[in-house]
């Protein structure tokens, strides 16, 4: 019997096509190929081997019977070991043993798992000769638990940072060149206290308070409204404690900023575009565009 066992294919197909997993099939094709082995090389099954390990008592029996003495329990009792371990070295010799009667001393599976170890393939035959074989178990993936890796990688200020910084002031600094070099801005006439510019705008920047000017009283326009939602933006790190940077999962931070800055920025354009003469709405492709920087 040769040390590799090669499952036979006839069973392993059978089984495939029953049904069986891949696992069960291949042991019962294996299984099938150790019994043909066994069945050509003439070795008795582990069911006539333990038939003959039973039957070995009752024909020692008549010995110690005949004796007749009060000790013939005592030399009757190693029959059975014995005649279990002579029955398969009279069927086939030791290096054709694959069971046996008695279990194993824990010297004997030591050294048969550091046998089976030590061998090419997971399997072979142990230090006395005798075939041992290494169970497989196949883990599906569902069953390793995937450790997700922590966001342990940091960066320094300098360069990541300030390096970023400093090119973002340089495309500012470009733009605002250009934006100044093209655009007309000059200055206007000295002021007069005694007359008021109409319309009287402020800075861009303000128009979208200017313009909540015209709609509430001063208390509420420039100092609840503006006061109420730069309370929320301060305390929104404290309500949406999402540690995740990603957009999509930063769903309610991005809704509540957007919903801030689209606010500001229809405040802004109303008062940019939309107002006149005594700050009145107006259409600008009708009354002309009132609005300088």
């Known amino acids: 019997m040769s040390e590799e066992i090669t499952p036979d294919p006839e069973v392993y197909a059978a089984a495939i096509a029953a049904g069986d997993s891949e696992r069960m099939a291949r042991a019962k094709a294996k ?21 003959a390990a039973a039957s070995a008592p009752a024909a020692a029996a008549p010995p110690a019977a005949a004796a007749a003495t009060a000790d013939a329990p005592a030399a009757a009792a190693p029959a059975p070991a014995a005649a279990a371990a002579a ?17 194993l001393s824990p010297a004997e599976r030591q050294a048969r798992v550091a046998a089976a170890t030590a061998g ?7 230090l006395s000769g005798e075939m041992t074989h290494r169970l497989l178990a196949m883990v599906p993936p569902e069953g390793i638990q995937r450790v997700e890796r922590t966001q342990d990688d940091k960066v320094n200020v300098w360069p990541h940072l300030l390096l970023e910084e400093f090119v973002a002031v340089l495309a500012c600094l470009a733009f605002l060149t250009v934006f100044s070099t093209l655009v007309d801005a000059p200055l206007l006439d000295l002021a007069n206290v005694n007359l008021t510019p109409n319309p009287s705008k402020a800075p861009w920047y303000f128009l979208g308070l200017q313009e909540l000017l015209r709609y509430y009283h001063p208390m ?36 509540l900023f957007t919903w801030f800055m689209m606010f500001s920025a229809i405040l802004s354009t109303i008062g940019s575009l939309f107002r006149g003469p ?3 709405f107006v259409f600008p492709w009708q009354k002309g565009l009132y609005f300088e920087f």
């Open 31 to 51: 299984s099938a190929a150790v019994k043909k082995a066994r069945k050509a090389a003439g070795i008795p099954s582990p069911a006539q081997q333990a038939a």
């Open 87 to 103: 029955a398969p070295a009279a069927a086939g010799g030791g290096t054709s043993t694959l069971t046996r009667a008695t279990p």
């Open 120 to 126: 090419k393939g997971g399997g072979g035959r142990g």
């Open 220 to 255: 509420i326009a420039g100092v609840l409204i503006p006061g109420i939602g730069l309370g929320i933006l301060m305390a929104f790190p404290y309500l949406d404690k999402n540690p995740s940077m990603r957009p999509a999962n930063r769903k309610f931070a991005i809704m």
């Open 278 to 280: 005594g700050y009145n």
